[in-house]
């Protein structure tokens, strides 16, 4: 069971819009990807939705909106409905989502758990049950298959707590503060979700600073190191690093004081003092280009802050992802960022495509298409089997070389790029 109890919205999705509930399809949302956002920016703990979707078409539909969700979400998401077979939950976990809820009011859905959780593991598989007396039934089933519990009927809460031997996220129509207290303060119940915290989203810090300040154990970023702990310049402020956390790159630098400190820690969102307006500034409130908080580090002084952040847009105001632009002075070298060498060949073969160029063999490659370079893919995957072979380790690395390459151009002619694929082989 995670070390702190959950605060989880939840989107029923329906035919593109966000919707009240099961059975009622009246829209809340016609927009669930900002839906989805506004739940993130409010620090809730994960995401839980419901496809509502009836057909095969509809079903695709929806994992595209599920896909562009879990991007903006910037946290978990939980993805349930219309699942038939096991293409189902893997459609759910390649769009973006940490786990997949199988409706156990559904026997299709029950005979699918043992299959799908040697598939892609226990910790993917959620059981999304309505009555208790469901989890009696498939104990055994549960406890080896499935992670947790997603509860749909508040009213079986007493009996599902008594005979579950997974951690529960609770659905609740809406409830008083200290009946909130009283539920996560149970040992057996991990979160709570549905229209009660979907109501209340704007209000989740105060939630959570509630439950923590009752005993109830929530995720409120609480540091290890205190305000107090970091030495600060004669301003009484404390200068903060700002880096992509996917590239290492630097974006910017700026300063904090003890309660931009603070804030960035309770939302999650980097915010800053600045100090020529001497006022706190929450990066991106005007221009959207928000830096959602992956990383806090103190250097071995205590006197600089590196944040490895996850930049929306432009770090620079002047529309440069990075402020650090301006060249002073250059020696030539070779870059070794792993990701920066393959984004910058990936460019180089996005451009030709875009901007053919005679005798180019990139662009003799797009112009005989797609049959031809799986052609190519294949066989120089072949030669990289022949290279290993071969008592020269060399020969495998321009064998790998040539394959990438003609991988790269492959993934442009399908329109995958390379941050798609990292964000996938992390989720691995």
């Known amino acids: 069971m995670n070390t702190y109890k959950r605060i989880i919205p939840c989107i029923y999705l329906w035919k593109g819009s966000a919707v009240k509930g099961f059975q009622d399809l009246t829209p809340v949302s016609d927009s669930p990807v900002e839906l989805a956002k506004f739940y993130g920016e409010s620090n809730a703990d994960e995401l839980i939705v419901f496809d509502l979707s009836k057909t095969d078409e509809e ?27 096991m293409e189902d939950v893997k459609k759910l976990l390649y769009a973006g989502c940490k786990k997949a809820a199988l409706n156990y009011s559904k026997e299709d859905n029950v005979n699918l758990t043992k299959e799908v959780s040697l598939k892609f593991g226990r910790e993917k598989i959620v059981a999304c049950i309505a009555k208790a007396h469901e989890i009696e039934l498939n104990a055994a089933l549960l406890s080896e298959f499935a992670q947790e519990i997603i509860l749909l009927d508040e009213k079986t809460i007493k009996q ?41 989203a704007k209000e989740i810090n105060d939630i959570k600073d509630l439950c923590a300040g009752n005993g109830v154990k929530v995720r409120t970023f609480e540091p290890d190191i205190k305000w107090d702990e970091l030495k600060k310049n004669s301003d009484g402020h404390v200068p903060v690093v700002v880096q992509d956390y996917r590239t290492n790159e630097v974006l910017m630098v700026a300063y904090m004081n003890e309660e931009a400190y603070m804030m960035t820690l309770k939302t999650g969102r980097m915010t800053y003092f600045s100090r020529s307006r001497n006022e706190l500034w929450l990066k991106g409130a005007t221009s959207g280009h928000f830096q959602y908080v992956k990383e806090l580090i103190a250097d071995c002084d205590k006197d600089t802050i590196l944040a490895k952040v996850d930049q929306i847009g432009a770090a620079c105001h002047t529309g440069s992802y990075s402020c650090f632009f301006n060249g002073i002075m250059k020696k030539d070298y070779d870059e070794t960022n792993l990701l920066k060498v393959f984004e910058s060949v990936f460019q180089v073969i996005k451009d030709r495509k875009v901007h053919p160029k005679e005798g180019a063999y990139t662009n003799y490659l797009f112009d005989k298409g ?14 990289i089997v022949i290279a290993a072979k071969n008592p020269d380790a060399n020969e495998i690395k321009y064998e790998v070389s040539d394959f990438l390459y003609h991988l790269m151009v492959l993934m442009v002619e399908k329109g995958v790029t390379w941050e798609e694929i990292t964000q996938e082989l992390a989720k691995r």
């Not at 809406?174 to 915290?197: H, N």
């Not at 797609?370 to 030669?383: F, P, S, V």
């Open 59 to 85: 079903h695709e539909e929806a994992i595209s909106v599920i896909r562009e969700m879990a991007v903006q979400a910037q946290i978990p998401v939980i993805g349930a409905g219309n699942i038939k077979r």
């Open 160 to 200: 599902a707590v008594e005979v579950s031997k997974l951690p529960l996220l609770v659905t609740l129509p809406e409830v008083s503060l200290d009946k909130l207290i009283e539920l996560l303060s149970c040992e057996s119940i991990a979160g709570i979700t549905g229209p009660a915290v979907n109501a209340n």
């Open 370 to 383: 797609l049959d031809k370079i799986l052609k190519k893919l294949g066989e120089e995957a072949t030669e």
